[in-house]
Each structure stands twice: as structure tokens, then as C-alpha cells.
T-cell receptor
Framework: GENVEQHPSTLSVQEGDSAVIKCTYS??????FPWYKQELGKRPQLIID???NVGEKKDQRIAVTLNKTAKHFSLHITETQPEDSAVYFC?????????WGAGTKLIIKP | DAGITQSPRHKVTETGTPVTLRCHQT?????MYWYRQDPGHGLRLIHY???????DKGEVSDGYSVSRSKTEDFLLTLESATSSQTSVYFC????????????FGDGTRLSIL
């Protein structure tokens, strides 16, 4: 079936450094790719998304890049802060569903 | 934030009992989804709905049923709960379904003893 692979499963970075999380997808028909942040005990929240007609999208310290040919997309967080500590999920569209990655636990070291 | 209310927020019950979780939205969105979240498995789709009385199965639908008699309410039922169904259950809604973001409720923590 369709799947989304997400790496790494855990990422530890120094406060102020950048963090990059990568996802690959298998369905070439996917054309919508959201990223969600989930803090401990909370609901997943949409932080940024990108559609296939765009190669890159930025929102302050967060950016997402998409390579449709290679079928992968990445989340970039610059100048990381303690409040960025969370689990991040990528997803790719398939019909009326989203196929989810397994998540990346981002740890910001002081 | 999207107007999504899940009830109950926490529930503890015994194996073999029926359980119904409710998701209520005030956004008039067409699409509604039920997920379960377990450590190491991320978010897994149980069932979804694309309109009143229109539902379809997700990847982990065995042991679960759903109903949607009104646009605003999507019910998830465990007919005879098992310990393997202990999980956190999230409801999500989407305005357009295809290529649209999903917005999540606060979740229901269900423990089956």
C-alpha cells in the first residue's frame, strides 16, 4: 500500500541550531503535503503545508521543500528554541485521506 | 482553532463492554476522520466520513464501527472492547477532503482493562 517514511525518528539539536526532518512518499499522485507538530499530551496541530505546484514554502523560522521527481519533502526549522521540542509528523495526500509518517521526536538541548 | 469537541476525554472500561466515542464539530465541514495513536505507530486511520451516512474504512477498521446521522456528529463505536483497543483516539475534520488540511480534536484517552 501507499506509505510515507519519515527520518530520523529522534533528532537532538543544540538550541539556536537548525533541524531538518525528511519524508519520502510512494504515491506519485500525492500533491498535498502537510506537517504537524504534537506536543506531549496535546493534539496534532498543522504548522505548514505545501502543494505540488510549489517547490518551497516559508513561514518565519519554518520552511518546507518538495522534490516531486524524487518523491521527498523536508521540514526545516531554523534558530531552534525550547518551545520547538515536540513530535513532528509529515503526511501525504491519497484521495480523501492523509498517509502519515511515523513521527520525529525533536529535542532541543539548552 | 477549529470547533471540534471530543467526548469523553478519558474513559476506563472493561473488556467486552461496548464503548461509543463522540466527535462534534461546529465548522460544517464535510469530512470527518477517526484515528488512533499508539506509541511507535503514529496516527492510524480507523474510519472516515465524506457526508451524512457516507463512511468508509481506514487501515485499522476491524473491531470498530461508525455512524454519521448529522453533519456535526461522527460517532465511533467499539462493539465489544478489547485490551488491544486501549489507545488515544483523535477525531479530525476537513473542509474539502482532497488536498485540504485536517484539524484535530483534543483526543480521548481510552483504557480497556
Amino acid at each position: 500500500g501507499e506509505n510515507v517514511e519519515q527520518h530520523p525518528s529522534t533528532l537532538s539539536v543544540q538550541e539556536g541550531d537548525s533541524a531538518v526532518i525528511k519524508c519520502t512518499y510512494s504515491d506519485s499522485a500525492s500533491n498535498y503535503f502537510p506537517w504537524y507538530k504534537q506536543e506531549l499530551g496535546k493534539r496534532p496541530q498543522l504548522i505548514i503545508d505545501i502543494r505540488s505546484n510549489v517547490g518551497e514554502k516559508k513561514d518565519q523560522r519554518i520552511a518546507v521543500t518538495l522534490n516531486k521527481t524524487a518523491k521527498h519533502f523536508s521540514l526545516h526549522i531554523t534558530e531552534t528554541q525550547p518551545e520547538d521540542s515536540a513530535v513532528y509528523f509529515c503526511a501525504a495526500s491519497m484521495d480523501y485521506q492523509l498517509i502519515w509518517g511515523a513521527g520525529t521526536k525533536l529535542i532541543i538541548k539548552p | 482553532d477549529a470547533g471540534i469537541t471530543q467526548s469523553p476525554r478519558h474513559k476506563v472500561t472493561e473488556t467486552g463492554t461496548p464503548v461509543t466515542l463522540r466527535c462534534h464539530q461546529t465548522e460544517n465541514h464535510r469530512y470527518m476522520y477517526w484515528y488512533r495513536q499508539d506509541p511507535g505507530h503514529g496516527l492510524r486511520l480507523i474510519h472516515y466520513s465524506y457526508g451524512v451516512k457516507d463512511t468508509d474504512k481506514g487501515e485499522v477498521s476491524d473491531g470498530y464501527s461508525v455512524s454519521r446521522s448529522k453533519t456535526e456528529d461522527f460517532l465511533l463505536t467499539l462493539e465489544s472492547a478489547t485490551s488491544s483497543q486501549t489507545s488515544v483516539y483523535f477525531c479530525a475534520i476537513s473542509e474539502g477532503g482532497r488536498n485540504q488540511p485536517q484539524h484535530f480534536g483534543d483526543g480521548t484517552r481510552l483504557s480497556i482493562l
